[in-house]
């Protein structure tokens, strides 16, 4: 066996290798030190029966691998249309045009820091998962050989510290609620729903009939994360809207899928933000920079969880938002000190008399 290098016009150096039992190996490099370096690496990994063919890996970009993922796996998760966007944020990235078996650990870590001066730590947490899966897709099931999974060498952001606090103004909630309605359709009741469950998006698109109980006012098997159902209560406001929903053949209660939902929400709140602006320019005034920027439909949960925590107790609020981190919660339980004192006096632990002389 020789490995046969060739001068391929000014620029580039050609590798064959031919050896009985492995396909013709085949590689171009832009300098002759690169052929010899991975000839000389891939005869040895021969001679000592340890060579794994890297073809498909290093003639598979990225957004090629990522394509087929999405397809194959992507789509059959409860969160598709949320792992979609990120896949599109890797094909659109300078990253998504690299081959598979060029990606290493350093790729990674500068994709890492770039995406960290933009986003928040949880959002490059969930892109590095996305890529890490992927990774591990292709190497254990598409057969795709002499990778490894690059993301294991790097270190993921924590995600923690940074979490989102977005509350909803009076003035917002008001303007939101009334540009929902005049937007139509159902989304203008699956926002007040939102607000008066803290249902997650996707456990009001996958709700049912025969889940939901209007007299003892409760929705059963919500949610499903993990493998862990709850049953939420309703409110005497989310009962109306239910009960004023028309019945669809399909046992659904929503017609609306995830991707409508979000396209309708972002609507809204873009029109109301404009609408917003052109009436404070009209009037001269400076607009609220904060006013209706960056809400999303999340938001909405976080909103119904910090109202719901003045109702229930945390471990309550736990069973009612399916949240299994208690110190999250903690972010929405919030009483003040005369709030804990008047819940003294009103269930005191031993009564006055018992140290009555």
């Known amino acids: 066996m020789m490995a046969s290098i ?192 803290a249902m997650r998006r996707s456990e009001i698109v996958n709700m049912v009939w025969d889940n939901v109980d209007l007299k003892e006012m409760v929705i059963r098997r919500v949610g499903g994360k993990n493998n862990s159902f709850r049953t939420v209560p309703l409110s005497d406001l989310a009962v109306e809207i239910l009960k004023s929903m028309p019945r669809q053949l399909s046992g659904k209660i929503w017609a609306m899928e995830d991707q409508s939902i979000t396209h309708a929400f972002v609507r809204v709140r873009d029109r109301l933000r404009k609408a917003y602006e052109k009436e404070c320019e009209g009037k001269r005034s400076e607009p609220d920079p904060a006013y209706l920027v960056d809400l999303t439909f999340h938001d909405l949960r976080h909103e119904a969880t910090s109202r719901l925590a ?15 981190d208690l110190r999250m919660l903690m972010r929405y339980y919030n009483p003040t000190g005369k709030e804990l004192a008047l819940k003294m006096r009103k269930g005191s632990i031993l009564k006055a008399e018992d140290f009555a002389e």
């Open 310 to 324: 003045k109702i229930y107790q945390v471990h309550e609020l736990a069973k009612v938002t399916g949240h299994k």
């Open 6 to 197: 060739y001068r391929r016009g000014p620029y580039q150096w050609q590798v064959l290798i031919r050896r009985k039992g492995y396909p013709t190996q085949a590689k171009v490099f832009e300098t002759k030190a690169e052929a010899e370096a991975w000839s000389k690496t891939t005869e040895s990994e021969m001679l000592r029966g340890v060579f794994v063919s890297r073809k498909e890996a290093e003639n598979t970009t990225l957004e090629e691998a990522l394509t087929r993922y999405q397809k194959e796996i992507s789509e059959n998760k409860k969160g598709a249309y949320q792992e979609s966007r990120r896949i599109e944020n890797f094909k659109n990235h300078k990253i998504g045009k690299r081959f598979l078996a060029t990606i290493q650990g350093k790729t990674i870590a500068e994709f890492r820091d770039e995406r960290l001066s933009k986003v928040s730590e949880a959002t490059v947490r969930r892109e590095l998962v996305i890529l890490s899966n992927l990774f591990e897709i292709a190497r254990k099931e598409w057969g795709m050989g002499g990778i490894q999974n690059p993301v294991r060498s790097v270190n993921l952001p924590s995600g923690r510290g940074n979490e989102r606090e977005r509350r909803l103004t009076k003035i917002e909630e008001k303007a939101l609620l009334e540009g929902c309605k005049e937007y139509g359709g159902e989304i203008h009741s699956i926002v007040v729903f939102a607000i008066e469950t």
